[in-house]
């Protein structure tokens, strides 16, 4: 990531209230093209909340979301999707029963907004899709599981198709909800090597609790307590941060 790289994704002032509960309350911040940005804290710091405003789930009480120089504050998640934001889940969310072929061509016309059977659009727009898919197949290393179900899957291999159903929508900006939940070691390094590959195409936000994976490849961390920023900056400045040390590595010294 290069200091002048543009901005694509903005939160100005995001607050969330739940009741008499302020989960978020005045978090701003700017995610670079081509970067890694990740945000970490204890659990109840709010990276949930805004993880949440961010992509639509929720709406903020107050702030603004801008994508690539676009108020996206009111629009619901699949809008957001077809202008260019993808999103994994912290829990696997897979059609168990598809291929990972099928998995993927299905979440490229999605994005396109092709219906699961219209048989009415153009075989064209639904060539592109399949050519999407084929495209993520290839770049995740996934095609010798092509025409494997889903379901069949090992974990870590799901957790990357999910993945690649974030990115079958060509997105600008990819939000990666815990993608090393769950994984051996082995699965780990893989998906370290590929979100810091994904982070050289794209801009990347990354809520993750492996504290070595966010260090060693985000190009921005943004360290959350109790809804607020508390620290951001490179991994060199957070992990120097006599706070941090102390409230989320686990060290005095």
């Not at 639509?56 to 504050?73: C, E, K, N, Q, Y």
């Not at 943004?222 to 941060?241: A, C, S």
């Amino acid at each position: 990531m290069t200091a002048d790289a543009p901005a694509k994704l903005e939160a100005s002032g995001l607050v969330k209230h739940f009741g008499a509960f302020r989960a978020l309350k005045g978090v701003s911040f700017a995610v670079r093209d081509r970067s890694v940005h990740a945000f970490i804290g204890p659990n109840g710091a709010g990276k949930t909340t805004l993880f949440n405003c961010l992509t639509g789930t929720l709406r903020p009480s107050a702030g603004r979301v801008i994508l690539s120089g676009r108020d996206i504050t009111d629009l619901p998640p699949h809008r957001r999707a077809r202008i260019g934001m993808g999103r994994s889940f912290q829990v696997t969310n897979l059609f168990q029963n598809l291929t990972v072929f099928e998995s993927l061509r299905l979440a490229a016309q999605a994005q396109a907004g092709i219906a699961a059977y219209d048989l009415v659009r153009p075989m064209e727009r639904l060539g592109q899709a399949a050519a999407s898919a084929e495209a993520v197949l290839e770049r995740l290393a996934l095609h010798p599981y092509r025409d494997v179900k889903a379901g069949e899957l090992s974990h870590g291999q799901q957790r990357i198709l999910e993945v690649g159903l974030a990115l079958a929508g060509s997105p600008s900006v990819l939000l990666l909800d815990e993608p090393t939940a769950g994984m051996g070691v082995d699965d780990i390094s893989i998906m370290k090597d590929l979100i810091a590959a994904l982070g050289r195409e794209h801009a990347i936000v990354l809520i993750e609790h492996n504290m070595n994976l966010v260090l060693d490849i985000s190009d921005v961390v943004t360290v959350m307590h109790q809804g607020e920023i508390l620290v951001e900056g490179p991994p060199d400045l957070v992990r120097r941060d006599e706070r941090v040390k102390v409230a989320y590595l686990g060290s005095e010294g």
